[in-house]
């Protein structure tokens, strides 16, 4: 079966770190455009960051750039982010979603066919 299962979240006080590990089975994928969402209450589930499956490119929403990284390991199916400089703001339910198909709108998640079932990072001192 298709399944993608996030991991890594946790609490953690304004300015520290979190990697999440976003595991694929069922699929390879190093063919999927892979991108992570988060989901704040009371806000819009908002794209956070893309890797394409062609070339590698790498694809950061404004909030989050030049503090998290997404990076993919084909060998161990693992895509990551790695969240440094938290912010409070930073809190939500983090998801990782796949596509096949990469297009310029990489943000849309009504694009992505695969989703993970999310995992809470919290920000607080």
């Known amino acids: 079966q298709v399944q993608l299962a996030e991991s890594g979240g946790g609490l953690v006080q304004p300015g520290g770190s979190l990697r999440l590990s976003c595991a694929a089975s069922?699929?390879?994928?190093?063919?999927?455009?892979i991108a992570w969402f988060r989901q704040a209450p009371g806000k819009e589930r908002e794209g956070v960051s893309c890797?394409?499956?062609?070339?590698?490119?790498?694809y950061y929403s404004d909030s989050v750039k030049g503090r998290f990284t997404i990076s993919r390991d084909n060998a161990k199916n693992t895509v990551y982010l790695q969240m440094n400089s938290l912010k409070p703001e930073d809190t939500a339910v983090y998801y990782c979603?796949?596509?096949?198909?990469?297009?310029?709108?990489?943000?849309?998640?009504?694009?992505?066919?695969?989703w993970g079932q999310g995992t809470q990072v919290t920000v607080s001192s």
């Open positions: 979603a796949a596509r096949y198909f990469f297009g310029p709108r990489w943000y849309l998640d009504h694009e992505y066919e695969y």
């Open positions: 069922g699929f390879a994928l190093d063919y999927y455009v």
């Open positions: 890797i394409s499956s062609s070339d590698g490119s790498t």
